[in-house]
């Protein structure tokens, strides 16, 4: 059964920082380029960042770059955001992606929000 568990949401104030994890498990981590997503209410959902199988390159959004750092360790089959100098318009429901085409997979998401 593959799952993808977030946490590490929560509520933070504008500068602060958190660290997001994401747990795979039910498929070959180690295969899959990871992403993480995200959703505010009333918008589309939107790549944030984005990292290849073996960790060697990542991709970001601009509305991250400078701020926000996507890593892996495939030997816990994680992913984790590591998000710095949080601002009110990165409050959102941020989802782990797992792509292997055509094989994708989401996690339930976690909510961070960021009070000014």
């Known amino acids: 059964q593959v799952q993808l568990v977030e946490s590490g949401g929560g509520l933070v104030q504008s500068g602060g920082s958190l660290r997001l994890s994401c747990a795979a498990s039910g498929f070959t981590f180690s295969t899959y380029a990871m992403s993480w997503y995200r959703q505010a209410p009333g918008k589309e959902r939107e790549l944030v960042a984005r990292i290849s199988s073996v960790g060697r390159s990542a991709n970001y959004a601009d509305f991250v770059k400078g701020r926000f750092t996507i890593s892996r360790d495939n030997a816990k089959n994680t992913v984790y955001l590591q998000m710095n100098s949080l601002k009110p318009e990165d409050t959102a429901v941020y989802y782990c992606?797992?792509?292997?085409?055509?094989?994708?997979?989401w996690g339930q998401g976690t909510q961070v929000t960021v009070s000014s």
């Open positions: 992606n797992a792509v292997y085409s055509p094989y994708y997979y």
